[in-house]
């Protein structure tokens, strides 16, 4: 029997030519042919790794990984998984034959399969892998001080990223600076061949290390890879631009975290300047760049107060990406999916709620089309949006409509957390404060208590694990647990709750003014009530006291948005005053309730020409830091 033309010595060659065409087509953006070219230089080297598998088992094992990686940029990733774990078992293979030869090769492998194991949504896996693949290129270091360690800050570098995706915030902030201490050591070595790769590191990790609450840490990595990027370009013109591009999106993550909304801003529009430059010259491979970019700067311009342009950049990214996911389904509705979810976030902060809600909509129902295509990728996306959905359904009074899809949200939920607990309680706490509040309005109070009791208990487990992470949310909760308990008539338990509250709001403020202070002030002002309505005199003039005070600080740069909880506060003062037979303090806080009043009406009438919310449209508590619903994915390091 012959065997097949591709089996021969001479296919080894044309394999390898099929590999170098699928790179070359990849990065012009042909997707689809680089995944033909690099399936075909797989079926090659299958036929001759089954003649000679001494000789060609190695190839075929490198053929699958740009296969693999092929796969992935198509969103394929069911299938992904499949080829980079057939990838790792060949290395595995080979290592038995030849270990120190072929260990370097594994470890690659088992760094590149927890990339896409991630990518997929299988954290636990992916956290395995990964860790794997840093313990095996430690143990080559230690064999040889000049082992590959280019390798493991690679591996560094994405088992950080693991970490972090995995809500794991210590973890990862502690392996990423380890992977940086490396990559710097690399640099100072070879700074020719290593300073790219710091800039990618950085560019690649600022992201992480901001969603996972450090943001500092996170706004300097994203400023240095920028300024390392702006110098590669200048010294090789344009061989840098897409990557300064991504570098900039992450960057005005990172500004916008830290509350410098300017700054934030130009780093957005830069950003899409280059995409768009980029996208003149090679459409298909940067139009989906520049639709991103967009929702960042859409994001940016909405935080800045620039509504109108916010959402004329959300309708030119949906516009873009519908168009792409038209042409390639499988491969672009995820990215009409993030769009929408950006476009109804500015909706929401425009007041548009009502096209917030059809935004929100369509946003469930390709997350359901995905999910069930791809049930391991996209279930956490859809329980995502089906959480954000529930809220904006909350917000627009529609209750019953909200509870059912706060259930569904639940019941995902439920099962993520059965099969992986680390990255999903939280995010099954936070669906379970939206069905609380859902209870509460329909008058269930009961069942709400058991929600809220349920939420808070995940919340303790997490503020172990993580004190820095979860307090905020803890306390947030703690909130609402209050409120329940009072509403089934258990006010002493509800005083007990607020009083741990306030006591969380004081430690996070301390530490961090600007983030918590917000939260502490109505914190205060609603326990100096309660305090007062229990027979604690001292105890509730002295929280007033203090509520006020925090609401000062607030409105003296705020106005607009803390003047009317300077009033409120100020009036309770004044009537804990009166009760202490203080009248003449007690006057003069009324007169300066009186002043803030009409300082606050005054803000008001300035901004006239915009909407105002129904009495039921208070936003709920409980978007969760790294699930934010500003939030989408950021993927400019992984372009």
């Not at 560019?203 to 996170?218: F, H, K, S």
């Not at 929401?348 to 929100?360: E, I, P, Q, S, V």
Request: proline share 4%.
């Amino acid at each position: 029997m012959l065997s097949s033309p591709c089996a021969t010595p001479e296919g080894g060659a044309r394999a390898g030519r099929l590999l170098e065409l699928s790179e070359r087509l990849a990065e012009s953006g042909r997707r689809g042919e680089a995944l033909d070219a690099a399936r075909e230089a797989c079926q090659v080297l299958r036929g001759l790794a089954r003649l000679t598998p001494n000789t060609y088992l190695a190839d075929l094992a490198e053929g699958l990984s740009v296969m693999a990686a092929r796969l992935r940029e198509a969103r394929r990733m069911r299938e992904g998984v499949a080829i980079s774990r057939e990838t790792v078992r060949i290395r595995r293979r080979l290592t038995r034959h030849d270990y120190d030869a072929h260990m370097p090769g594994l470890a690659l492998a088992l760094c590149r399969l927890a990339v896409v194991l991630s990518a997929s949504g299988d954290l636990r896996d992916a956290l395995a892998s990964a860790q794997e693949s840093v313990d095996l290129y430690r143990s080559l270091s230690r064999h040889d001080p000049f082992g590959d360690e280019t390798g493991l800050a690679e591996a560094l570098v994405t088992l950080a990223c693991c970490l972090s995706e995995s809500s794991r915030p210590s973890g990862a902030f502690v392996t990423a600076q380890q992977a940086l201490t490396v990559r710097r050591r690399l640099v100072r070595a070879d700074p020719d061949a290593q300073m790219r790769r710091l800039a990618a590191d950085l560019a690649r990790l600022a992201p992480r290390l901001c969603t996972v609450g450090y943001v500092d840490e996170a706004l300097e990595h994203a400023q240095e890879a920028v300024g390392l990027y702006r110098r590669l370009d200048e010294e090789e013109i344009g061989s840098c631009t897409r990557d300064l591009a991504g570098a900039l999106e992450a960057l005005a993550v990172c500004w916008a975290a830290v509350g410098r909304r300017d700054e934030a801003l130009d780093a957005a529009e830069e950003a899409v300047a280059l995409y768009r430059g980029l996208a003149r010259r090679t459409p298909a491979l940067h139009s989906p760049s520049v639709a991103h970019a967009l929702g960042t700067l859409a994001r940016r311009l909405s935080d800045a107060g620039r509504h109108r342009e916010a959402l004329a950049a959300t309708e030119e990214a949906v516009d873009l990406t519908r168009a792409l996911a038209h042409s390639a389904p499988n491969t672009h509705l995820p990215d009409l999916a993030d769009a929408l979810t950006v476009q109804a976030a500015c909706l929401r902060d425009a007041d548009g709620l009502d096209r917030a809600l059809t935004a929100a909509r369509e946003v469930v129902g390709i997350r359901r089309a995905l999910a069930h295509s791809s049930p391991s990728t996209d279930t956490p996306a859809l329980a995502e949006s089906l959480y954000v959905l529930a809220v904006d359904l909350y917000t627009a009074g529609q209750l019953r409509e909200s509870f059912a899809v706060a259930w569904e949200a639940i019941d995902i939920y439920r099962r993520l957390v059965r099969a992986n607990p680390a990255p999903h309680t939280a995010h099954l706490a936070r669906a379970l404060n939206i069905l609380t509040l859902n209870l509460s309005r329909a008058g269930h109070v009961h069942e709400a208590l058991a929600s809220v009791q349920e939420a808070v208990t995940f919340y303790r487990s997490l503020t172990q694990i993580d004190p820095a992470a979860y307090r905020p949310d803890l306390a947030a909760c703690l909130h609402n647990l209050a409120t329940c308990l009072a509403d089934v008539g258990d006010r002493s338990a509800a005083l007990a709750t607020l009083r741990e509250t306030a006591t969380i709001r004081r430690e996070l403020a301390e530490r961090d003014p600007a983030t918590h202070a917000p939260a502490l002030a109505p914190c205060l002002h609603r326990l100096a009530k309660r305090l007062a309505e229990a027979g604690h005199r001292g105890e509730a003039l002295e929280t007033a006291r203090e509520a006020v005070a925090a609401y000062r600080g607030l409105a003296r740069t705020r106005p607009e948005d803390f003047g009317q909880g300077l009033a409120g506060a100020l009036g309770t003062y004044a009537s804990v005053l009166e009760w202490a037979d203080r009248e003449a303090d007690a006057a003069r806080i009324r007169q300066e309730r009186e002043a803030a009043t009409r300082q606050t009406e005054a803000e008001e009438n300035n901004h006239h020409n915009r909407t105002a919310q129904p009495p039921c449209a208070s936003r709920p508590y409980a978007f969760h830091r790294g699930s934010d619903w500003r939030s989408v994915r950021n993927r400019a390091a992984a372009r």
